[in-house]
């Protein structure tokens, strides 16, 4: 896959550069919570999973939350417009896993495109409803970029130390067909997110700078890593520094942490993203880590303190949940972060920047 095509114009910034940029300066952002979360409250069967258009489809569809986008849109915009009222100010489309890639697993490689346009209008409708309901309030919309089910930089294979069950080049070209398509449907921003491979995420941003030349112009770029345990580094061996290291060339809009650990174990490493970032940080954990029973215990005031502990310590500009996280939960963040400023990017001094699994600084 060849380097995106230099221009010997600058691009053009997208209108909601100026929006996200007064918003985070203004104050501290709200971001949603959990779809899937969501998603199960409703009870959802086979044969809403397929609707009409899946109801003749050969396999089993049960699971493939993004396509509800098509075949239940409703209840993705009720979802979505239950967290605008809650108070956030983005919402996430209801497009993680909607790749060819992601969407192999159920043999719907050929609808990605109908999907991530589907995934935005569900999101958009829910932002307009929102914004008519309050006058001069802005509501954005995030195009959700997952982290694919499938890794560059590990074998699936112990035997194969050096199998990759994809390649450098299908990855790219997976993430470009979801990017035009959720450029195309409208999105206000792209949130490339739940990162467990920092490669992965380099060919997501490869992808994303591909598609600024083509349309020649950048939207904000919105970046966030899962530190996946206590040792404090991703599934693919990054510290949080390196991982900042390897992505900070894609002049991110925001940088942050999300999913895998509750926010009382994030602390550490939100700290040390607010020391080194020179790009607004956001931080948006699970409720908790999951029970025996695979569920999530802390309350919505229970994760609304340890929010409050973190933009009180100025750590953060965007606050919000993933996984077990629900409206509760985010009108009970937006309601503690109200009024507390927000954390002033970094000024970071110019040096030689790299990182492997550690990072060096020249």
């Given at each position: 896959m060849s380097a995106p095509a230099a221009h010997s114009f600058a691009l053009t910034e997208h209108p909601s550069f100026a929006a996200l940029r007064e918003l985070f300066a203004r104050r501290i952002a709200v971001l949603d919570g959990a779809m899937g979360s969501?998603?199960?409250?409703?009870?959802?069967?086979?044969?809403?999973?397929r609707g009409t258009q899946f109801k003749d489809f050969p396999h089993d569809l049960k699971g493939n939350n993004d396509l509800l986008c098509i075949t239940k849109p409703s209840v993705i915009e009720e979802i979505h417009a239950a967290y605008f009222a809650a108070g956030?100010?983005?919402?996430?489309?209801?497009?993680?896993?909607a790749t060819t890639i992601g969407m192999a697993d159920y043999h719907l490689e050929h609808i990605v495109t109908e999907l991530n346009h589907a995934a935005v209008a569900c999101a958009l409708r829910a932002a307009r409803a929102a914004e008519a309901a309050t006058p001069a309030r802005r509501c954005f919309v995030a195009g959700a970029i997952g982290?694919?089910?499938?890794?560059?930089?590990?074998?699936p294979d112990v035997n194969r130390p050096d199998f990759r069950a994809v390649t450098?080049?299908?990855?790219?070209?997976a993430y470009t067909q979801q990017i035009r398509a959720l450029i195309a449907a409208g999105v206000d921003a792209l949130l490339v997110e739940t990162i467990f491979d920092t490669l992965n995420a380099k060919a997501a941003l490869f992808a994303i700078e591909g598609v600024f030349e083509e349309i020649g112009q950048?939207?904000?770029?919105?970046?966030?890593v899962t530190i996946t345990d206590a040792s404090g580094r991703t599934l693919s061996g990054q510290t949080t520094e390196a991982f900042y290291n390897s992505i900070r060339h894609a002049k991110p809009f925001s940088v942050g942490i999300?999913?895998?650990?509750?926010?009382?174990?994030?602390?550490?490493?939100?700290?040390?993203?607010?020391?080194?970032?020179?790009?607004?940080?956001?931080?948006?954990?699970?409720?908790?880590?999951?029970?025996?029973f695979g569920g999530y215990d802390e309350s919505p005031a229970d994760m609304a303190a340890i929010q409050r502990e973190f933009a009180t310590s100025g750590l953060v500009?965007?606050?919000g949940g993933c996984c077990g996280s629900t409206p509760p939960h985010i009108k009970a963040i937006a309601d503690t972060v109200r009024g507390l400023p927000p954390r002033q990017p970094s000024l970071i001094p110019t040096a030689l920047r790299l990182s492997g699994l550690e990072p060096l600084t020249a």
């Open positions: 969501m998603v199960q409250t409703y009870g959802l069967t086979e044969a809403d999973f956030a100010d983005i919402v996430e489309t209801n497009s993680f896993s982290p694919l089910n499938r890794t560059l930089s590990m074998s450098w080049e299908q990855v790219v070209t950048r939207l904000p770029v919105m970046i966030s999300n999913c895998a650990l509750g926010g009382r174990a994030m602390r550490p490493y939100i700290e040390e993203l607010a020391r080194i970032a020179d790009c607004y940080v956001t931080c948006y954990p699970n409720a908790g880590l999951p029970n025996a500009n965007m606050v």
